[in-house]
């Protein structure tokens, strides 16, 4: 029985630890996690808050996932599109989805992810 999802991997190129850390951690507020020492060879990093956890590894022919998508709830869709957007990442709004008001916002790699807000 299907119960939860743990984690979302994103992909990411060879040597990109510093500009994920520079938009997940410092931008997004999400701490970085220590990879366990078996999976450290492999490049990447993770970051976990509150039972959300994305995790990004080295792709070696590496493209964005300009479709697929994590879709993060958030408190201020507004506010935080605003701050990604001043620091010079992409960002695109969408139609309204009932019940919520959303965002994309690429990060340095080109990902795709969803910012959604619920409105009442």
Do not use: S
């Amino acid at each position: 029985m299907l119960k939860a999802i743990h984690h979302v991997q994103l992909a990411m190129p060879a040597g990109g630890e510093d500009r994920a850390r520079a938009f997940y951690r410092d931008l997004l507020g999400m701490p970085e996690v220590e990879k366990p020492d078996n999976l450290k060879p492999r490049g990447g990093c993770w970051f976990e808050a509150d039972g959300l956890r994305i995790h990004l590894g080295v792709e070696k022919d590496f493209r964005p996932a300009r479709k697929a998508h994590p879709a993060i709830l958030v408190d201020d869709v507004d506010a935080l599109a605003a701050r990604v957007a001043k620091a010079g990442y992409e960002v695109k709004t969408d139609e309204p989805l009932e019940g919520f008001q959303r965002a994309y916002v690429y990060d340095p790699f080109g990902n795709r992810i969803e910012l959604m807000q619920a409105i009442a």
